[in-house]
């Protein structure tokens, strides 16, 4: 039986939640051998998997897919279903407030009461301000897409500080604001079900979208043609039709060149590129020297393979999937823009079997509208004095996207108060010592604030060096509500049964310090942050549409009409009102208003530089097991992947005599520190390429870096060289490096 049609056999029994919104009973709930069975969603990442949570005795017992869920159909992965549980209940999960009690980093920690807590961060937070401004605070999360990211912000605009970190430079930015230049805002919108081509570009779904996966697999049963372009065979890449393997970096010539192929074959869409694309002559000139010898030559593929592709796309309907793989590069926009600039004249646009546009239920909010309303901005100077608006306004400050810092810039004011001092932070949901590049850097930044506290589920290289360390809610313990344009749908997380201990989710906790700066006589921060429970925030983001809280509650989630290609209804928010093959914004700006291929950064060194690293370095692979830096304390994830790996092709490996599972130091160009990883051998790579993912830690090593200054690649990566000049994305995947071998076996040791 179907878990909506359990669902739906029985009404509400009982509602009741706390000020916060915070435990609903039986709520589209039933009981079945007195388990029972909660709908909610599972929030681990942006996918936002629809699940069944099995409570019994006041525990979650079982985690597992909600079969009906429209956008996930059933789609899930063990980050959900073993990591979140696990995590919830992991004996060392932090479950009171904590301040240190000895030096920084020195591990010592006393409990404290929460008002005592919020106490001492609204007091130190203000001391900070009071002595060098309101600019010298700034908060850290690890995207704006859950609302912890939008408390943050706000949180930060009630002290009168516009800055705020996100981790999405180097996850999803330069895909984001491609999308937004261009106008498409067809951001995981992707009708692979019924596609007869998806092209796949730098995405291995299999460990990152259980939803996407499943989709590319029934789409292929059904006679669909699945193209791979990635410089690693990944699983998806081994389920292919037709595999491209270029030499990382230069996967935009290929989107140029198939432009061009599909122009000079007169497969591109001309109906729907003369009613809604802007700059199409413009383009043709700029893509018409990448022909397929021309392709071949800059990527390393075949012609026949690529002309191949090509043709399959062309014979559509057909979608874009894209992932990491061409985000974090310093030309991730361009090369974004030029598979946005196929997707548009091959007019896959909101038709069935392409990219559907992201639309919403009527007056509907998204986290990030939010940080953009009038009422929640800060004075235009203010939002100017952003760190980074000056160099990049359409990622931070007034004009960008999501409002947030240039990150490399926040921790450079750190270190050298350079535009002005930083001296305080607040972190929640993101562990920044191991997921921003150059670590040593980071700690050192971290370690000179005057104040640091931060917010999580566990002990970790971050919250080790914080002054105050306060206990988060996990996915199992909040509420939230989102929009997925894989539905479309909205979905919403509910708490399947009250906090452990006493934890906090990140809304309560702004808002405690929100009602403090309220006694300190700043009645001004509670403009910033209005709504009196987490309830009242997500019903504000329904707003007065269709679709009430009650019926999200009601299964987890809730559809609503879609309709396809209503252009002449709902345009496309470019200057121009057309899909900008041709930026206007950013000509206004001085850079580059069409795609282009840029070589890489590697490509451009100097000869003897090649030659002292020779090797071209990719990160960000991804596990099934871990979501970033997450779950590595946890004792059946490590023993799926127990140490970080390194995969070089048998070439490569038989080159500096190294054989499976030996341990090597890498080191990168234009950076002093490195890295020590794990061999391992396999064709999925190509000779002089090695290939790793990021976020490692031991939990089992000595703090307060845990192993991250040794074994996580970060720690070799620049944060300040050579970037992307729209997102500031710096170049974390096709760098040169150098390895040796090592015989020191484990930081833990």
């Known amino acids: 039986m179907s878990g909506r049609s359990i669902l739906t ?50 525990r979650v017992t079982k985690f597992m897919p909600n079969p009906d869920h429209p956008g996930s159909l059933g789609a899930f992965c063990v980050k959900g279903m073993r990591g979140l549980p696990e995590l919830t209940y992991h004996p060392d999960r932090i479950l009171h407030p904590m301040r240190r009690s000895g030096e920084r980093g020195g591990g010592t920690w006393e409990q404290l009461s929460w008002d005592d807590a919020l106490d001492e961060i609204t007091e130190k937070l203000l001391a900070v301000r009071d002595k060098y401004g309101p600019l010298a605070l700034c908060g850290a999360v690890s995207s704006a897409h859950f609302s912890r990211g939008v408390s943050l912000a706000l949180l930060m605009r009630a002290f009168g500080s516009p800055n705020w970190m996100m981790n999405q430079d180097l996850c999803g930015g330069c895909r984001s604001l491609s999308d937004k230049i261009t106008g498409l805002t067809i951001s995981n919108g992707e009708d ?35 193209v791979v372009i990635d410089p690693a065979r990944t699983r998806v890449a081994r389920l292919a039709d037709l595999w491209l393997q270029p030499k990382p970096g230069t996967d935009a010539a290929i989107g140029l060149g198939m432009i061009r192929w599909l122009i000079a074959h007169d497969r591109h ?40 592709a090509a043709q399959f796309y062309a014979d559509g309907p057909s979608c874009f999937v894209s992932g990491h793989g061409i985000d974090a590069f310093s030309a991730g926009v361009q090369t974004y823009r030029a598979f946005h600039s196929l997707v548009a004249i091959s007019g896959n646009i909101d038709r069935v079997g392409g990219n559907r546009r992201v639309k919403r239920p009527t007056s509907f909010t998204n986290y990030i509208e939010v940080l953009h309303k009038p009422e929640f901005r800060l004075p235009l100077e203010v939002e100017q004095q952003t760190i980074g608006a000056d160099r990049f306004p359409l990622w931070a400050g007034p004009e960008g996207f999501q409002t947030a810092c240039n990150n490399p810039g926040v921790i450079d004011a750190v270190l050298s108060g350079h535009p002005y001092p930083v001296r305080a932070m607040y972190v929640t949901g993101v562990n ?21 506290a931060v917010g999580t589920h566990m002990m970790n290289p971050t919250a080790a060096l914080a002054d105050i360390v306060l206990p988060k809610t996990t996915g199992l313990e909040e509420e939230e509500v989102s929009l ?46 209005p709504w009196e429970s987490k309830r009242e925030f997500n019903e504000f983001l329904l707003g007065d549409g269709p679709i009430s809280m009650q019926q999200l ?61 020779p090797l071209t370095l990719l990160t960000g692979a991804r596990e099934k097991t871990y979501h970033h830096s997450r779950f590595r304390d946890q004792v059946w994830a490590r023993k799926v992947s127990n140490d970080p790996w390194l995969q070089m092709n048998p070439e490569t490996a038989e080159k500096y005599g190294l054989l499976e599972n030996d341990w090597v130091v890498v080191e990168t160009i234009d950076h ?48 300040d060289g050579l970037c992307d000049p729209v997102t500031g994305s710096v170049d974390t995947r096709g760098i040169r490096c150098r390895l040796t071998k090592t015989n020191i076996a484990t930081a833990a040791e």
Request: proline share 6%.
């Open 553 to 613: 509650l009601e299964t987890g989630y809730a559809t609503f009409p879609y309709e396809l290609g209503d252009f002449d209804r709902v345009g496309f928010k470019t200057n121009t009102g057309k899909i900008e093959l041709h930026s206007e914004k950013l000509a206004e700006l001085g850079l580059d208003p069409l795609p282009d291929y840029i070589p890489p950064h590697m490509d451009q060194t100097l000869e003897v530089t090649r030659q002292e690293y």
């Open 672 to 719: 002093n520190g490195q890295c020590r990883l794990r061999v391992r051998v396999t064709e999925d790579v190509l000779p002089d390429v090695l290939r790793t993912g990021m976020g490692w830690w031991y939990p089992e090593a000595a703090g307060p870096e845990f192993g991250s200054l040794d074994i996580n690649i970060n720690a070799a990566i620049a944060y």
């Open 192 to 226: 692979i079900d019924n596609t007869n081509c998806a092209l796949v570009v730098g995405r291995n779904p299999i460990a990152s979208d259980p939803s996407q996966w499943l989709a590319l697999k029934r789409a292929q049963r059904k006679g669909a043609k699945i």
């Open 432 to 452: 920044i010592v191991v997921t921003y590049p150059d670590t040593q850097k980071t700690v050192a930044a971290l370690k000179s604030l005057d104040f640091l």
């Open 9 to 58: 056999m029985v009404s509400a029994i009982c509602y009741h939640h706390g000020k916060s919104g915070g435990y609903l009973r039986d709520i589209g709930s039933i009981m079945i051998e007195d388990k029972l069975i909660v709908p909610t969603t599972c929030w681990e990442c942006t996918t936002h998997c629809g699940a069944l949570a099995t409570v019994e005795d006041g």
């Open 484 to 529: 997925e344009a894989t539905g479309p749908c909205l979905s919403a997380m509910r708490p399947a049964h009250p906090p452990l201990g006493e934890a906090r989710n990140d809304f309560d906790i702004a808002l405690g310090i929100v009602q403090r700066l309220e006694a300190h006589g700043i009645t001004d921060a509670r403009r910033y942050h």
């Open 269 to 308: 869409d001309s109906e729907f590129v003369g009613k809604w694309c802007h700059g199409f002559e413009a383009l043709k000139d700029r893509a018409e020297r990448y022909t397929p010898e021309y392709v071949a030559e800059l990527t390393g593929i075949t012609e026949r393979d690529f002309v191949c």
